[in-house]
């Protein structure tokens, strides 16, 4: 088998004006594979793919440092076996 890869969804909330810079700095972030604007509640959805719970937390404090950033909520993805 290969290594594990927990996917954890970063819901992210911003200043209004500060869309493209802190969409700019996510994308800069080890660990998330995809910045996705979205309308409603949140304002971005960063995807992150990483090894460890422990890089997932790195990455979404990263976030929380980013200036422009409110707001964060986090959701760990989980795999089904059947």
Do not use: W
């Not at 793919?49 to 990455?59: G, H, Y």
């Amino acid at each position: 088998m290969g290594e594990e890869i927990l996917k954890g969804f970063i819901m992210i909330n911003v200043e209004p004006g500060t869309e493209k810079a802190v969409h700019d700095c996510l994308e800069g972030i080890k660990g998330i594979r995809e910045v996705v604007p979205v309308y409603g509640e949140r304002d971005f959805i960063a995807i992150a793919e990483v090894e460890s719970i422990s890089d997932l937390n790195r990455a979404v404090l990263s976030v929380r440092e980013i200036n422009g950033v409110t707001n964060t909520q986090t959701i760990l993805g989980m795999e089904l076996k059947f």
